[in-house]
């Protein structure tokens, strides 16, 4: 078990700039989850899918963010334009059903738009 | 909406301690969940309890759902350094009309930041 795969890492960027994160869930789980972590707001609940559909988009922050999920095995955030305020870590999360067991997240991007 | 309040928000104790820590909602939940965050990694599942009066221990930690299901505490005795990390309450959002319980948008409390000096 791989555990929930993110990419990249830490991100830097200019305020303007597109920024994708990536992530790949574990094998098998059929939800996944985007969340931002701040300082000042602590963990929030960006976006989640079941089965690649998009199922609550209540928590994206504004029309520059969006969320994709092509296939199981893979979902892409993205914000377009960035701005210094998106600076955050964002993690990914998947679990196998929404009535199973709580959520496997992944290590994070670190992003920071300057 | 369902807000989780965490206390203490911060702890430095020395190795060997016992630490306490709790949260508590206005809300009712049906599960409460108790995460542990590593420096630079995504939080881990530590706890999950699911029955009001629930007692549930894992290794040195120990877990209470409290009795009004309002409240949950996190005890972790004779700490250690790799204790240190940042420790997260959470409950999911409760669907009325579902006949059950819904993980997927979990509340998270502001967590609790542990040091542990050797």
């Known amino acids: 078990d791989a555990g929930v795969i993110q990419s990249p890492r830490h991100e830097v960027t200019e305020m303007g700039q597109e920024v994708t994160l990536r992530c790949k869930p574990i094998s098998g789980h059929d939800y996944l989850f985007w969340y931002r972590q701040t300082m000042m707001r602590g963990l929030e609940l960006l976006i989640y899918f079941n089965n690649n559909v998009p199922i609550d988009d209540s928590g994206m922050p504004e029309d520059r963010f969006s969320a994709k999920m092509p296939n199981a095995s893979f979902s892409t955030l993205k914000i377009q334009p960035s701005e210094p305020r998106d600076s955050a870590v964002y993690f990914c999360a998947s679990s196998p059903g929404l009535w199973s067991s709580p959520l496997h997240f992944g290590n994070g991007t670190r992003l920071t738009v300057t | 909406g369902q807000q989780l309040n965490q206390s203490p928000q911060s702890m430095f104790i020395q190795e060997g301690e016992d630490v306490s820590m709790n949260c508590t909602s206005s809300?009712?939940?049906?599960?409460w969940l108790w995460y542990k965050q590593d420096p630079g990694e995504g939080p881990v599942l530590l706890i999950a309890l699911y029955k009001a009066g629930e007692l549930t221990s894992n290794g040195r930690l120990t877990a209470q759902f409290g009795i009004t299901r309002k409240d949950s505490f996190l005890n972790i005795s004779a700490s250690i350094p790799s204790d240190v990390g940042i420790y997260f309450c959470?409950?999911?959002?409760?669907?009325?009309?579902?006949?059950?319980?819904?993980?997927?948008?979990?509340?998270f409390g502001q967590g609790t930041i542990l040091t542990v000096h050797p």
């Open positions: 809300s009712i939940f049906n599960t």
């Open positions: 959470a409950g999911p959002l409760i669907l009325p009309n579902a006949g059950g319980t819904s993980y997927g948008k979990l509340t």
